[in-house]
Nanobody
Framework: VQLVESGGGLVQPGGSLRLSCAAS????????MSWYRQAPGKERELVATIHSAGGITNYADSMKGRFTISRDNAKNTVYLQMNSLKPEDTAVYYC?????????WGQGTQVTVSS
């Protein structure tokens, strides 16, 4: 099983980034996919989830209206579109998959929001 994130980097406040997570080694279409983040000195927190059935999405309150999670089951990829980025969004962003009793994590991608 592999989850490989990409798309992180340095962006100015107010800017946008699109993260991608390419999955392999399991049946992607039946997995709930999430993005988590962890800022320095803080606990890892849930950003957003997209469920396997119907594409139902959930967001942490601080991300609602700014972040959008989506998935392409044909490409085994989940995305996180991040707009209106703030310095407090600086963190390592992790891809997470849950299928039945199994969970998988990606290695993370750094997002830095700074002028």
């Amino acid at each position: 099983v592999q989850l490989v994130e990409s798309g992180g980097g340095l962006v100015q406040p107010g800017g946008s980034l699109r993260l991608s997570c390419a999955a392999s080694g399991f049946t992607f279409s039946t997995a709930a996919m999430s993005w988590y983040r962890q800022a320095p000195g803080k606990e890892r927190e849930l950003v957003a989830t997209i469920h396997s059935a119907g594409g139902i999405t959930n967001y942490a309150d601080s991300m609602k209206g700014r972040f959008t999670i989506s998935r392409d089951n044909a490409k085994n990829t989940v995305y996180l579109q991040m707009n209106s980025l703030k310095p407090e969004d600086t963190a390592v962003y992790y891809c997470y998959a849950r299928r039945s009793i199994y969970v998988y994590w990606g290695q993370g991608t750094q997002v830095t929001v700074s002028s």
